[in-house]
Nanobody, 122 residues
């Protein structure tokens, strides 16, 4: 069984920084893309940032230049450094792992973390 364990986040003032971590655990052979989505109250879940196993990244326009996503392939872990945070960044942040292979005879699957609340407020 694969689990995504999230850590970091919390409450921060506007202009501040937070760092999220997400580690995929279990009998994992490989993971394709990992990253974060977020969902604010009354809104749909949206992509924040993704990174492939090769290091290619994709960011939402709203976070470009402020957020940085990095990855440790050996640990199946991603790190989201969030700087210059704004109140509109307030949301539940969900870790996502796609193309997860746990068996050579199985199909790749997608997994989600339980979510972590990040609040930007003075």
């Amino acid at each position: 069984q694969v689990q995504l364990v999230e850590s970091g986040g919390g409450l921060v003032q506007p202009g501040g920084s937070l760092r999220l971590s997400c580690a995929a655990s279990g009998s994992i052979i490989s993971v394709d893309a990992m990253g974060w989505y977020r969902q604010a109250p009354g809104k749909e879940r949206e992509l924040v940032a993704l990174i492939t196993s090769g290091g290619n990244t994709n960011y939402a326009d709203s976070v470009k230049g402020r957020f940085t996503l990095s990855r440790d392939n050996a640990k199946n872990t991603v790190y989201l450094q969030m700087n210059s945070l704004k109140p509109e960044d307030t949301a539940v942040y969900y870790c996502n792992a796609g193309g997860v292979v746990v068996s050579y005879s199985g199909r790749p699957r997608t997994y989600w973390g339980q979510g972590t609340q990040d609040t930007v407020s003075s």
